[in-house]
């Protein structure tokens, strides 16, 4: 009689309830009221409290709430504020309100709304009616491009949707999204930051970006933007979008090359000198305490990287490598043993199906993990991974028999995009829901048996 395979037995949902356990604290250590809550009270203890004026409250992102309510407890916890309080916040599709003196409103995600941006046309407006004694703080999350669209004079919303779903099905990674995005706005590439002058002004971050580049966070609105119409346009062409995109768009970018008037500030712009920056959270935040939990519960942890990018399913297959190279030669570490990355993978949209780019990578990695004593998580930290309810993806050594169980083949699946329909009929997706914050995505190898 055949053995039964280990993954048959109680190790794999071992490591299944492990997985979970340290994605959550990957999750916990970027939870946005804490860490704002604490820079904001770093940032009043630095100024001496509260400013002489307004403390006006801006922002957008998918960590809004939170990063709202942290700020007003630290508010509320520093010396009795002699000005007054006010601002506006857009949050994602059902973000719920406030009570207090921040409104927080819905806008669109992943493509802009109108709801959006009215939202920002108003944010800007009250950017631009800070004073000198009054002090800005800008609460910035991933997302926020798309929540915080606000049309250039010549160009639509709907001009924005267009070009916004046709980079986004490109496979256009953010940094080349972004650079498109901030030539058409009027308030991204630095020019939120020109509205709040002569305020100080205080920006803070959580990282949904791939090296934490502030020009590219949420399209850098107070932030020197180092890229220029010739950059969006040379994008578009590169990704062959010409015909695809609206007509005003494309004659806004040609406009733009002549030197109309159009390009946004640079890095250093002096207009732009009263705006400060300061990251709150990132991926390697979320990955470093992804890997002390993984400590905690018997594995050898290591990060690999957090800056991992790349076409979702080759990300997946890298890592059924990386569990091949564990077990085999003990490299780069010996069974038991948690490999954890961070980044962000793009998908080239070929087919019609359904799923997300983490989808895709648990997918992928299912046949090479085939027979393994191992488990794989891929999962967005925002808990929405693309037009799907799930998270991302987790799979493990009997995935791909599952999926033959199934009746499913990965590579079919895969050339349809339909990733989510296949991990649905093998228990395979990550369904946390939104978590109210977003640092790209993590990705988490665990190897071997623990003993315990």
Not at 11 to 28: E, I, M, T, Y
Not at 60 to 74: C, D, H, P, T
């Amino acid at each position: 009689m055949m053995p039964v395979p280990e993954q048959r037995t109680g190790a794999r949902d071992r490591r299944r309830r492990d997985a979970l356990d340290v994605l959550r604290a990957g999750l916990d250590a970027i939870a946005p009221a804490p860490v704002t809550r604490s820079a904001v009270s770093d940032l009043l203890g630095g100024l001496g409290g509260f400013p002489r004026g307004r403390l006006i409250i801006l922002g957008a992102g998918k960590a809004a709430r939170g990063m709202v309510q942290g700020a007003l407890e630290a508010v509320a916890g520093s010396r009795s504020p002699q000005g007054q309080i006010e601002g506006l916040v857009i949050g994602p599709p059902g973000v719920a309100p406030l009570d207090g003196p921040v409104e927080l409103v819905a806008g669109g995600h992943p493509l802009p709304n109108e709801a959006g941006a009215r939202a920002a046309r108003r944010l800007l407006q009250l950017a631009a009616s800070a004073g000198e004694a009054d002090l800005v703080l800008v609460l910035l999350s991933g997302g926020a491009s798309a929540l915080m669209s606000l049309p250039a004079d010549d160009l639509s919303l709907e001009d924005l949707r267009r070009t916004s779903a046709a980079l986004l099905a490109s496979g256009a990674n953010i940094h080349e999204i972004n650079t498109v995005r901030k030539h058409l706005s009027a308030i991204a590439g630095g020019r939120l930051g020109l509205a709040t002058q002569p305020a100080r002004t205080a920006c803070l971050v959580i990282s949904d970006v791939v090296g934490d580049d502030l020009t590219a966070i949420g399209s850098g609105p107070l932030y020197g933007d180092p890229t220029t119409f010739a950059d969006a346009l040379r994008i578009v062409e590169e990704r062959g979008l010409e015909d695809e995109l609206p007509a005003a768009v494309m004659e806004r970018l040609r406009r733009g090359i002549t030197g109309e008037g159009l390009e946004t500030p640079g890095p250093g712009s002096p207009p732009l000198a009263h705006t400060s920056h300061t990251i709150v959270a990132r991926n390697l935040d979320a990955c470093r305490a992804m890997a002390a939990r993984a400590g905690d519960l018997g594995y050898e942890p290591l990060v690999l990287s957090h800056m991992l990018q790349g076409e979702a399913a080759e990300l997946g297959r890298f890592h059924t490598g990386l569990a091949h190279s564990a077990l085999a030669d003990s490299v780069p570490l010996a069974a038991p043993c948690a490999l954890i990355t961070g980044g962000e993978a793009t998908v080239t949209v070929r087919g019609e199906g359904r799923g997300g780019r983490n989808q895709e990578s648990a997918l992928a990695a299912a046949g090479g993990l085939a027979g393994l004593p191992v488990t794989f998580l891929s999962a967005g930290t925002d808990g929405v991974d693309g037009p799907t309810d799930a998270a991302g993806g987790l799979v493990d050594g009997a995935s791909a028999e599952d999926l033959a169980e199934a009746g499913i083949e990965a590579a079919r699946a895969l050339a349809r995009n339909d990733s989510y329909p296949a991990l649905a009929a093998i228990d395979g997706l990550l369904l946390t829901g939104p978590t109210g914050t977003n640092v790209a995505d993590v990705r988490l190898l665990l190897i071997g048996e623990t003993g315990r």
